[in-house]
């Protein structure tokens, strides 16, 4: 469209906008004050502090679960395994191997990775 040919001026269309936002500004409602930050409180242990300051020994559970970890998705692919070769079908003896290399990876990344 040329702008030679619009019968509209553009100057009036921008003065009706213009016109038609309201240019002043509504004051904020009050807001209440802030409240006081409390001091800081010392949280309280759930374990009696080491006399040399060392952190506690982690459990036995933390410190082996990959090795659980491990042990459980092998039990569970020979599970798998088990029941593809009683009913002489492939696709639970291939979910097996899928456990079975989870538990193979699981194994090489977590486990001898740590040792």
């Not at 004050?33 to 759930?46: L, N, Q, R």
Request: proline share 13%.
């Amino acid at each position: 469209m040329d702008e030679g040919q619009s019968d509209v001026d553009k100057e009036e269309v921008l003065r009706e906008i213009a016109g038609a936002i309201p240019m002043d500004e509504a004051p904020l409602p009050d807001l209440p004050p802030p409240e006081p930050i409390a001091a800081e409180s010392v949280p309280e242990a759930d374990s009696p502090p080491t006399p040399s300051g060392l952190p506690p020994r982690p459990s036995w559970w933390s410190l082996h679960r990959h090795e659980m970890a491990g042990l459980v998705t092998a039990l569970v692919s020979l599970v798998w395994i088990s029941l593809g070769v009683a009913m002489r079908a492939w696709g639970p003896s291939l979910i097996g191997l899928t456990f079975a290399l989870g538990a193979l990876l699981i194994g090489t990344q977590a486990v001898w990775a740590a040792d």
